[in-house]
T-cell receptor, first 115, second 115 residues
């Protein structure tokens, strides 16, 4: 079964607008962590933001915020005030406490920011 | 600043060749990982290592082996390359600490083509 589902293969967003990238996950572990990574066309995976399953507040890092809805098992990434440099592929990933070495990745969402 | 270095950005090899992909990290991380990335599939774990000379199979180990003789270096070996191993290969490292928000840090990736 797919542990991480990203249903949006590609998205276009206007510069300076906000964009939401969807991520749903499947786990029976009570303790887990969720990560978002950015992969520009150069190939490197860049860590953006982390949300722990027991965190009371949604994570934020600069223009990135995570809309964590635990009951719905969703962890959507919100990028505010999009910039041309945000054009990249974005991956959602999960680490479960029962399998704590591994990250399970979604298929990714390609974001293209238009001027 | 953290650094994971993969020996080649692009590599072209022939079917049946033995192929070595090298990865070095300078962060004194215990864990190291090899993933392959294919369109629509996200990243899939091939092998990981949590200590020198220790290795564990990931989700898709068939056709691959690994070597970790030193803490900072983790090598992926394609014993007899086949065309279905044409892919993007990503190396990552992380601290051993579990139940933490420590992300995996990635290299720039190697685009491997098997002809």
């Amino acid at each position: 079964a797919q542990k991480i589902t990203q249903t949006q293969p590609g998205m276009f967003v206007q510069e300076k607008e906000a964009v939401t990238l969807d991520c749903t996950y499947d786990t029976s572990d009570p303790s887990y962590g969720l990560f978002w990574y950015k992969q520009p066309s150069s190939g490197e995976m860049i860590f953006l933001i982390y949300q722990g399953s027991y965190d009371q507040q949604n994570a934020t890092e600069g223009r990135y915020s995570l809309n964590f809805q635990k009951a719905r098992k969703s962890a959507n990434l919100v990028i505010s005030a999009s910039q041309l440099g945000d054009s990249a592929m974005y991956f959602c990933a999960m680490r479960e406490s029962s399998n704590d070495y591994k990250l399970s990745f979604g298929a990714g969402t390609t974001v293209t920011v238009r001027a | 600043d953290v650094k994971v270095t993969q020996s080649s950005r692009y590599l072209v090899k022939r079917t049946g060749e033995k192929v070595f992909l090298e990865c070095v990290q300078d962060m004194d991380h215990e864990n190291m990982f090899w993933y392959r990335q294919d369109p629509g599939l996200g990243l899939r774990l091939i092998y990981f290592s949590y200590d020198v000379k220790m290795k564990e199979k990931g989700d898709i180990p068939e056709g691959y082996s690994v070597s970790r003789e030193k803490k900072e270096r983790f090598s992926l070996i394609l014993e007899s390359a086949s065309t279905n191993q044409t892919s993007m290969y990503l190396c990552a490292s992380s601290l051993l600490q579990v139940d933490s928000n420590q992300p995996q840090h990635f290299g720039d990736g190697t685009r491997l083509s098997i002809l």
